[in-house]
């Protein structure tokens, strides 16, 4: 099993749609994780951070599975503007500092 | 978060020849610092773990002797790519560990350097 494994996607939707992605990962000691979103040719920026059982901000929401490992991000209304690729993070093992970085899920938000 | 910068943003070079990529931490001083690649529709791939007056840890696969890492400062770390190929062309990424300015393993990104070596 890879150590965090996304759907690529693309996920095409229209406006305003509601749309989710799932990320699984494999390392269950886990505390914390993140989505970061990346636009294209750009660096990956943090969006969400996760600790508990999930995190809200306005129109996005992630919610984490601990007992099947996995985490989900939710964006309701979706705007143009939150076409981009959604990345799921993980801390590395052995508390190096390093993150784990899922292959990304694609969305692209149609007029 | 913390404010990081790349420079150049970009380079095209001649097969053959060395790139420095320099990665400063603007408001934060980094005890460690991260390099990855990120090959086109491909995630990012961790190259190193910088670490400020010590040598760097590559990850496994990463030639050490072909990726210079330099991590002289709290706020400069600097990836040399020597006598750079067509396969080295990639989009190279710093990145400053959040520790000890939040509770979270997070990271923050710095723009990235394009690299394309003809």
């Known amino acids: 099993r890879k150590e965090v494994e996304q759907d690529p996607g693309p996920f095409n939707v229209p406006e305003g749609a509601t749309v989710a992605f799932n990320c699984t990962y494999s390392n269950s000691a886990s505390q914390s994780f993140f989505w970061y979103r990346q636009d294209c040719r750009k660096e990956p920026k943090l969006l969400m951070s996760?600790?508990?059982s999930g995190n809200e901000d306005g129109r996005f929401t992630a919610q984490l599975n601990r007992a099947s490992q996995y985490i989900s991000l939710l964006i309701r209304d979706s705007k143009l503007s939150d076409s981009a690729t959604y990345l799921c993070v993980v801390p590395g093992s052995s508390n190096t500092g390093k993150l784990i970085f899922g292959q990304g899920t694609t969305l692209q938000v149609k007029p | 978060g913390a404010v990081v910068s790349q420079h150049p943003s970009w380079v095209i070079c001649k097969s053959g020849t060395s790139v420095k990529i320099e990665c400063r931490s603007l408001?934060?001083?980094?005890?460690?610092m991260f390099w990855y690649r990120q090959f086109p529709k491909q995630s990012l791939m961790l190259m190193a773990t910088s670490n400020e007056g010590s040598k760097a840890t590559y990850e496994q696969g990463v030639e050490k002797d072909k990726f210079l890492i330099n991590h002289a400062s709290l706020t400069l770390s600097t990836l040399t790519v020597t006598s750079a190929h067509p396969e080295d062309s990639s989009f190279y990424i710093c990145?400053?560990?959040?520790?000890?300015?939040?509770?979270?393993?997070?990271?923050?990104f710095g723009p990235g350097t394009r690299l394309l070596v003809l």
């Open positions: 408001d934060f001083q980094a005890t460690t």
């Open positions: 990145s400053v560990g959040a520790e000890g300015v939040l509770r979270e393993e997070t990271q923050y």
């Open positions: 996760v600790y508990s």
